[in-house]
């Protein structure tokens, strides 16, 4: 939680990039004061950082994020949906390849019986199942 605020934190100075790539190249130190030491060294105010950890300002909707991922059957990242379909976690290149093609194959048969391009996701969405 404490890394995602400070993502957010570091976001509403215009460096969220910054923040996360210092993050991902230390992922196995991610307290409070690592992440103080992380906003210092690309340059945030450190006065405004601090008071929106101190806050807790952006945690409700770090939360409101999670329980519509969640919703979705994104229980953790990374998560991938294309055109409905769910990939979960790391996948090798042949997973992402054979959920487009099969995509890719709907969407020229909707194409043959008549789907304009401009209504063709709205056509696939539609054959989505709902939950």
Do not use: C
């Amino acid at each position: 939680m404490e890394a995602a605020e400070a993502a957010m934190a570091a976001n509403a100075q215009g460096k969220f990039w910054q923040m996360h790539d210092k993050m991902f190249a230390n992922q196995q130190a991610l307290d409070r004061p690592a992440l103080d030491k992380y906003a210092q060294e690309i340059g945030l105010n450190m006065a405004k950082f601090k008071a929106a950890m101190d806050q807790h300002l952006y945690k409700q909707q770090i939360d409101d994020d999670s329980k519509v991922g969640s919703a979705a059957g994104a229980n953790g990242t990374p998560a991938f949906f294309i055109n409905g379909q769910f990939l979960s976690g790391a996948q090798p290149f042949d997973a992402f390849k054979k959920v487009i093609d099969a995509e890719l194959q709907k969407a020229d048969a909707l194409i043959k019986k008549g789907t304009s391009m401009d209504k063709l996701y709205d056509a696939e969405m539609a054959a989505i199942p709902a939950k």
